[in-house]
């Protein structure tokens, strides 16, 4: 059984940086993409980042330049180095692995086969 473990949220003042990670287990880690979603309240869940079973990195347009995602295929971990965060961050921040099959590149919730159970970030002005 596939499980995500999401860990590192907290509070922050804006300009703050916090180290968001994710904890895998169940089938073989390295062959999936894996993927950061966010939910702001009020707002849909959307995409964040992404990094490929190749270690390729994908970012959304409004972190560019800010966050940093990464995977240790050795310890079945991602993580999402947050810099120069903005009161708009706010969210509940999701990890999330691709399907089995097809492969993809975990650009869309669509691509996803399992999620974790969030952690809250909330950056203050």
């Known amino acids: 059984q596939v499980q995500l473990v999401e860990s590192g949220g907290g509070s922050v003042q804006a300009g703050g940086s916090l180290r968001l990670s994710c904890a895998a287990s169940g089938r073989t880690y390295s062959i999936d993409c894996v993927a950061w979603f966010r939910q702001a309240p009020g707002k849909e869940r959307e995409w964040v980042s992404s990094?490929?079973?190749?270690?390729?990195?994908y970012y959304a347009d409004s972190v560019k330049g800010r966050f940093t995602a990464s995977r240790d295929n050795a310890k079945n971990a991602l993580y999402l180095q947050m810099n120069t965060l903005k009161p708009e961050d706010t969210a509940t921040y999701y990890c999330?692995?691709?399907?089995?099959?097809?492969?993809?590149?975990?650009?869309?919730?669509?691509?996803?086969?399992?999620w974790g159970q969030g952690t809250q970030v909330t950056v203050s002005s």
């Open positions: 990094v490929n079973s190749r270690g390729i990195a």
């Open positions: 999330a692995r691709g399907r089995a099959w097809p492969p993809n590149n975990c650009l869309s919730e669509a691509d996803i086969g399992y």
